[in-house]
């Protein structure tokens, strides 16, 4: 059986990456593992765009729900520096959701579109029988600016500082402990703290803050494969290495026991709304004042370095000297599978 979650490297590189359709001049970055953008030169402009699955968590509120689902969407445009300008919508609708419930769903999108300056350019909506949540649907984000004001996932260069937004694991708890914390053998204090964590989930003004306040070279979101994933990816991408001082990393209140708990590796989990961000040492200061200035906890956690004379290292990240793999499954897959088959049935 498959592995859930993303396709890897491997498979990528195997079947995808060498069947990509027509070859056009126009395509500035086409697929690349790790690289969530792709970016088209239209008219010597920069058309950046990112696609993603719309997923709806009712019991979140739907409200919280569909303003989770977007920010997602929308992060992977954000992290490039360029902001989301355009969103094509597709919703294929369960047929238990009612037109009231889609229409608050719809209405939270719009709100938050305008506030950030989105527009919806275009979409789909349909019921049908066999889609369920979470999984109502696909959109496309996109977002129009300047080649050389995109930041790329690949792009840390030696003498970069790393810094990281919010901190591993904060969205896998924070869902996790608000859907199914009945069934944690926890202090109900621990539980509140770990469902708080829901309220730092969201990156896109994050993304857009620190691009505008100094020089970010590299910058990518902590989803699947957590924050251990991430950074391999931007290392490998930038064929450097990340010395990473474990104390350094925050950890949210609520995180690390809710991790333990479920077995899962926090720092191999699902953190949406966290962000790795490599920026040259003479602007950290001001990256990091610009986040803090927004409420948003950030912590230097390393360095990227040089690798070895002989080319050793290239790509790797240390952790405290020990090397950090990258996970080869998202362990909140698992917890998230059997905490909903141990779930009380709904009323």
Not at 11 to 27: E, I, M, P, Q, T
Not at 75 to 88: E, F, I, T, W
Not at 318 to 323: K, S, T
């Amino acid at each position: 059986m498959s592995e859930l979650g993303k396709i890897d490297r491997t498979f990528f590189d195997r079947h995808v990456a060498s069947n990509l359709g027509a070859d056009r001049d126009d395509v500035a970055v086409g697929p690349q593992h790790g690289v969530d953008f792709g970016v088209l030169d239209i008219g010597g402009q920069a058309l950046v765009t990112a696609t993603d699955p719309i997923s709806i968590l009712p019991p979140l509120g739907l409200g919280r729900a569909a303003r989770f689902a977007l920010d997602l969407i929308l992060a992977d445009v954000a992290v490039s520096g360029v902001a989301p300008s355009h969103l094509s919508v597709c919703f294929t609708l369960p047929e238990a959701m009612t037109d009231e419930e889609f229409a608050a769903v719809w209405e939270t999108i719009h709100e938050e579109c305008a506030d950030l300056g989105v527009a919806v350019a275009t979409g789909h909506t349909a019921r049908y029988s066999d889609p369920s949540y979470p999984w109502v649907g696909a959109a496309t984000a996109m977002g129009v600016g300047e080649h050389d004001e995109i930041v790329r996932p690949d792009g840390a260069t030696e003498g970069d500082r790393l810094l990281l937004t919010t901190g591993p694991a904060v969205e896998s708890v924070g869902l996790l402990s608000t859907l199914y914390g009945d069934q944690l053998e926890l202090p109900p204090e621990t539980i509140a703290d770990a469902q708080e964590r829901l309220e730092e989930v969201y990156c896109v003004r994050d993304a857009l803050t620190a691009s505008a306040a100094g020089p970010v070279t590299a910058m990518h979101d902590v989803t699947e494969g957590g924050l251990a994933g991430a950074l391999n990816e931007m290392a490998a991408g930038a064929n450097v290495r990340f010395g990473i001082d474990r104390d350094a990393v925050p950890m949210r209140p609520g995180v690390a026991e809710v991790c333990d708990a479920l077995e899962m590796d926090p720092w191999a989990t699902t953190s949406c709304g966290s962000l790795v961000i490599a920026v040259e040492s003479d602007g950290v200061d001001d990256v990091r004042g610009a986040l803090e200035n927004r409420g948003t906890v950030v912590a230097e956690i390393g360095r990227v370095e040089a690798a070895d004379s002989d080319g050793e290292g290239d790509g790797e990240v240390r952790v405290d000297g020990e090397r950090l793999e990258h996970p080869s499954v998202d362990p909140s897959w698992a917890a998230y599978a059997e905490l909903a088959e141990n779930a009380d049935p709904p009323d």
